[in-house]
């Protein structure tokens, strides 16, 4: 408890609530409106003021400034940070996880802070399987961006189950497209569906790239699953709604935030017991309508 909670409780008043803040520097101009990371950031809120604390968005200065992140929670009362998304290989941000401030991180490890992670390796095997099963071979690969644990996770595990199951990967059907940026994607699947011999299904980013998808698809009069076939990553509920429902991963990002919020909890009250070991969550193949039967 701080001190200021500790004059609160002795003088009868009500206790200010502790406060945990949230590092989100979302890169695709979703901001909060992000359909995966809001799921996450909802159930870190909940589990947080059920257990007496507020959350806060730090507001980070441009990379390179001296000013310290850890620092200037200290300064705000910020007891302990959750690491959500951005650069995190950026100096600001390995300088707040080896900082000592109780912090925990999501989809990437720092040494000594607790993370809580998608299973990325199984859902991309998982999508190659399923795609191989119903009858794909010439199978392409449109991923986020390549600066990020998780996209190079998914790249590398494209290739070995394309790999394990005697498969070859032409080089233009791995794509270097960007999470959640409808247009790219477009512009990629127009590009791919236009090579000489075009896949008969793409792996896209996420769920919300399928727009792009059916827009490209739209444009060269292909109908979706007949003529190509699409599957998406998160499993939002958005993409489950439309008819046919997307093909997908859905990953468990309540349970991630909801966790997350307890490991950084139990971080700042029981620093000597917490445990700093990652936890890794299942991730379930969702079987729409847009992956067809060859």
């Known amino acids: 408890m701080t001190a200021m909670n500790q004059a609160q409780s002795m003088s009868g008043a009500p206790a200010l609530k502790r406060s945990l803040g949230i590092l989100y520097q979302e890169g695709s101009g979703k901001g909060l409106t992000h359909p995966f990371f809001i799921l996450i950031m909802n159930a870190f809120k909940v589990e947080a003021e059920a257990r007496g604390y507020e959350i806060t968005f730090i507001n980070m200065g441009p990379e390179g400034q001296d000013a310290s992140i850890a620092e200037h929670c200290r300064q705000r009362g910020i007891e302990g940070v959750c690491i959500l998304c951005g650069e995190f290989q950026g100096p600001q941000y390995r300088a707040l996880a080896a900082s000592g401030l109780p912090c925990v991180s999501v989809d990437h490890i720092y040494k000594g802070v607790p993370a809580v992670l998608s299973d990325n390796e199984t859902g991309v095997q998982k999508l190659v399987d399923y795609a191989i099963s119903m009858g794909h071979r010439r199978i392409a690969f449109i ?44 512009r990629h699947v127009l590009e791919l569906l236009r090579l000489p011999e075009p896949p008969t299904c793409i792996l896209l980013p996420d ?29 939002i509920p958005l993409t489950q709604a439309l008819t046919p429902t997307l093909t997908t991963i859905h990953q468990n990002s309540a349970d991630m935030g909801r966790v997350a919020a307890q490991r950084l909890i139990d971080l700042i009250e029981h620093p000597d017991t917490a445990s700093r070991k990652p936890r890794v969550f299942t991730v379930e193949l969702v079987e729409g309508g847009t992956m067809a039967r060859l």
């Open 207 to 235: 769920d919300m790239t399928y727009f792009g998808a059916q827009e490209a698809a739209r444009a060269l009069k292909l109908r979706v699953p007949e003529d190509i076939s699409f599957a998406g990553y998160d499993g």
């Open 143 to 186: 991923h986020g961006h390549n600066n990020s644990v998780v996209t190079r996770t998914r790249i590398g595990q494209f290739g070995n189950t394309m790999g394990y199951h005697g498969l070859s990967v032409p080089e233009d059907y791995v794509r270097d497209g960007l999470y959640h940026d409808i247009a790219c994607t477009r």
